[in-house]
């Protein structure tokens, strides 16, 4: 007498099988809750609106964080180069600290990156409105509210990335022209703000302001996180059988090695002119109005130059990399010429200049990395390039402060932040012939969508192998206990000694 029971290892592969029927379960709906939002415009167009008002309120604040620079300058009295670090680390943790968005989007979801970004901002800027010191300053204003930058809005791009499929382009770039109009609206506010109640009740007030990006996060939809992962399903995140592999290889990449090289070098420039022009114009005895209106024209010249050199890029005509090497020319031109600037009116023609070359860097970034490194190391491509920018926005502002104080004027900073960026541009002409027309990405795009679905063919047919294999499941005898045995052997010899004698 005997039983059949599974083996041991049938066992594992069953269990390894429910896991990832669940897996697969929950990448289901995902992809149905994904659909359900698209599927509902209002919806859409409220994510895109929270998206882009969050983008109004970073990029007003980190583009015109030089009104405050004037300020903290007169009051501290500490050196330029070490007052110049709160800017500094508010632009590079913009950048440094889109890594631990991702993680925290992928863990939980997007909207609950935005919203603790909002919360780390608003409270960097109250508890700053508290500073006795530069370098209190330095961690709440500087630090604090950086990473709080970081952590919104990565996210908020990528919401309305995962949501426009049809529109991305367009609905990306009307989120992002966000940085642009706070860029143009922001000067005046600050300086109003810091006009009637001072530059602690300024603080407080933006802290404020700030706190409205926690009620754009809840508007964003809870549902959605990095690689469309539905998070309202409780329990580990799903194990996914198939993974982007990413080419390591792409580190070696001298083309690629060299672009991250050049973004570092223009990220340095910028830092320069974003933290130190409003103190450029102070230094030439502007007004705390002038010196809004210098801001404000150039964050104006800025969304034009978005529009213009988009329409440029989208025709294909030119390629994208040669117009990072030309704007980042021109960029680097212009800022050589801030030092024979001694008038308002210069100021304001030389920035309009600036912010009309200096958003092509930006603007081009996906673009540019797409071409050297392909559709399919883009993402770890674009994190790298990221860290270089933040690396060299990091480094910029306080430099630039250091060479003011050794030199005392500012054609020192502005002569080498210009000669810089120059070089930014030059040293990629000999990639620039590596550009690809936007008809020959769609070629790729499609080619890379045909190879994954050759493979989640073969995926397909091997799993349909092992529902078969496992509805007959591999079996052997086990004896209940050994007495039956013994006695079933007994009386197998008993029959062969009959069957003997017979």
């Not at 889109?98 to 409270?123: D, E, H, N």
């Not at 961690?139 to 952590?151: N, P, R």
């Amino acid at each position: 007498m005997s039983v059949k029971a599974s083996t041991p290892d049938h066992a594992d592969e069953m269990e390894v099988e429910l896991r990832t029927g669940d897996s697969e379960e929950e990448e289901k709906q995902s992809k149905t809750c994904c659909q359900k939002i698209r599927s509902q415009p209002i919806g859409r167009v409220i994510v895109l609106l929270a998206s882009f008002s969050t983008m109004v309120i970073i990029g007003g604040m980190v583009y015109n964080v030089g009104m405050l620079y004037v300020v903290f300058l007169d009051q501290f009295k500490a050196d330029r180069a070490t007052t110049a670090w709160i800017g500094s680390l508010q632009f590079g943790m913009l950048n440094v600290a889109g890594p631990v968005a991702g993680v925290i989007s992928q863990k939980f979801s997007c909207r609950f990156s935005v919203i603790i970004g909002g919360l780390l901002v608003s409270t960097g800027l109250v508890v700053s409105a508290f500073a006795t010191s530069v370098y209190y300053l330095i961690a709440s204003c500087g630090l604090l509210v950086g990473i709080g930058y970081g952590l919104s809005y990565s996210p908020s791009v990528v919401m309305v990335g995962l949501l426009f499929a049809r529109r991305r382009i367009l609905a990306t770039a009307f989120a992002v022209a966000g940085m642009s109009i706070g860029q143009l609206s922001y000067p005046f506010l600050i300086e109003n703000l810091v006009h009637k109640f001072g530059w602690r009740g300024a603080l407080l007030l933006m802290g404020g302001i700030a706190l409205h990006i926690v009620l754009f996060g809840f508007l964003m939809s809870p549902t959605i996180a990095y690689a469309g992962r539905s998070t309202t399903k409780k329990g580990p995140p799903p194990t996914h059988k198939k993974q982007m592999v990413t080419d390591p290889g792409i580190l070696c990449n001298p083309h690629f090695d060299i672009y991250v090289f050049s973004l570092f070098l223009f990220a340095f420039g910028l830092s320069i002119v974003s933290v130190h022009l409003p103190a450029l114009g102070n230094e030439i005895h502007l007004n705390a109005d002038q010196r809004a209106r210098l801001m404000s024209f150039m964050g104006m010249a800025n969304l034009l130059g978005r529009i213009i050199l988009g329409i440029i890029g989208n025709s294909g005509k030119v390629g994208v990399v040669l117009l990072h090497c030309i704007t980042c020319g021109f960029s680097g031109l212009v800022m050589v010429f801030y030092s024979q600037c001694h008038s308002f009116t210069a100021l304001v023609l030389t920035s309009m200049a600036y912010g009309l070359f200096s958003c092509g860097f930006a603007l081009f970034l996906s673009l540019v990395a797409i071409e050297l490194l392909g559709l399919r190391n883009i993402a770890f491509g674009l994190g790298i390039a990221m860290m270089g920018v933040g690396f060299g926005l990091f480094t910029g502002a306080p430099t630039g402060g250091w060479l003011f104080d050794l030199s005392g004027s500012y054609n020192v900073p502005f002569y080498v932040g210009g000669a810089i960026v120059i070089c930014s541009g030059l040293i990629m002409l000999p990639s620039w012939r590596l550009y690809v027309h936007p008809a020959e990405h769609d070629k790729i795009t499609m080619k890379d969508d045909e190879e994954d679905e050759e493979d989640e063919g073969e995926e397909e047919e091997d799993e349909e192998k092992n529902i078969q294999s496992s509805e007959s499941p591999v079996t052997e005898e086990i004896p209940l206990n050994p007495v039956e045995s013994e006695n079933e052997v007994i009386k197998d010899d008993n029959e062969k000694q009959n069957e003997e004698i017979q």
